[in-house]
């Protein structure tokens, strides 16, 4: 028959091989020495092999089996303990999952710091995640595939849909370095930009369909996603309004120049939290909305982002004087 060891050995067993010695797991167990003896002898004799060496050391030494028996023990008693705190997590009312969908306007790092937050206040909580352009966040939480969205405008009014706003975001107009707008070195009029490429988001959702927003270009290119834009226009295939969060870094590097473009309208996006009237959050879902509404308080209007690009500006001409 197979071996069948029980929980309360391998315990005995991993508090023996951490402790070093019997006598010290007896005392960490709150067990009598014999007990913790003769648990790892039942548990030797389970598995049909020793566990420890106990002949010539005062102290018990891990067998080789013993070593490759430890980490499959601390796996299986590990689950055990995740499995203890959804339980726990459940009869409090704790959600067994939370399916989050997210706006590409949310800064990733926020959402990084979110999410890293949130796994260690809840280890016991699966996270199902979603990120999405336009209207597709809203889709997702009107559907109910997602739990809450945190995401960009409400595009269909829905007496359904709860939203609150928790934070903003915005797109800059933007060029690689090496393209044809980026080396006029001038404020851009409309008839600079007609006919260059402007990569162009789709909305997979179809809420926005038939409306455009900033598409100023005779030539667009559409794509599905945000990333495939940005790497598209990266490579100087054209032009487009990307999320300051996707492209601080390249224009703090020069890979990429903001277009000086006044018909391109630079405004904030409110970003909002979003659920379904019928679907109130659980403890997890709330925690984790007032976590972005923390995190995204702390990011800058696009008129506190001008504002500074000016002033850095005007430092670097007195710099250079």
């Known amino acids: 028959m197979l071996p069948n060891p029980t929980l309360d050995q391998l315990q005995v067993f991993l508090a023996v091989?951490?402790?070093?010695?019997?006598?010290?797991?007896?005392?960490?167990?709150n067990r009598?020495?014999?007990?913790i003896s003769y648990t790892i002898a039942n548990l030797e004799a389970q598995v049909e092999m020793p566990l420890f060496e106990r002949t010539g050391s005062r102290?018990?030494?891990?067998?080789?089996?013993?070593?490759?028996?430890?980490?499959d023990a601390r796996r299986i008693l590990s689950d055990l303990e995740i499995m203890r705190a959804r339980v726990k997590g459940l009869k409090a009312g704790l959600e067994a999952e939370v399916a989050v969908a997210i706006s590409v306007m949310v800064p990733a790092d926020a959402m990084v710091d979110v999410l890293g937050e949130f796994r260690e206040h809840f280890p016991s909580v699966s996270l199902r995640l979603d990120v999405g352009e336009l209207g597709v966040v809203m889709d997702l939480v009107?559907?109910?595939?997602?739990t809450i969205?945190?995401?960009g405008a409400v595009l269909k009014q829905d007496d359904a849909l709860v939203a609150e706003r928790i934070g903003q975001s915005f797109m800059i107009p933007v060029a690689a370095s090496h393209h044809a707008l980026a080396k006029l070195g001038q404020p851009l009029t409309l008839a600079d930009v007609r006919e260059e490429v402007q990569l162009v988001v789709t909305d997979a959702s179809g809420l926005t369909k038939g409306r455009d927003f900033?598409?100023?270009?005779?030539?667009?290119w559409r794509v599905s996603d945000v990333a495939t834009k940005y790497y598209l226009i990266r490579g100087g295939l054209g032009w487009g309004g990307l999320p300051l969060s996707f492209v601080r870094e390249d224009l703090e590097s020069g890979r990429m120049v903001r277009l000086d473009l006044d018909a391109y309208e630079q405004r904030d996006y409110p970003i909002y939290a979003m659920r379904r009237?019928?679907?109130?959050?659980g403890p997890a879902a709330a925690w984790m909305i007032e976590a972005f509404r923390s995190r995204l308080a702390l990011c800058p209007t696009s008129a506190d982002y001008l504002t500074g690009e000016a002033a850095a500006g005007a430092a670097a001409k007195v710099a250079a004087e």
């Not at 009237?277 to 959050?281: C, G, I, K």
Request: glycine share 10%; no cysteine; charged share 15%.
């Open 32 to 35: 009598a020495q014999s007990v």
């Open 59 to 71: 102290q018990p030494r891990l067998t080789e089996a013993g070593t490759a028996m430890l980490e």
């Open 214 to 220: 900033n598409v100023l270009s005779y030539k667009t």
């Open 277 to 281: 009237l019928a679907s109130p959050p």
């Open 17 to 29: 091989a951490e402790s070093g010695s019997f006598s010290a797991a007896a005392r960490a167990l």
């Open 149 to 151: 969205g945190i995401g």
């Open 142 to 146: 009107m559907s109910g595939r997602s």
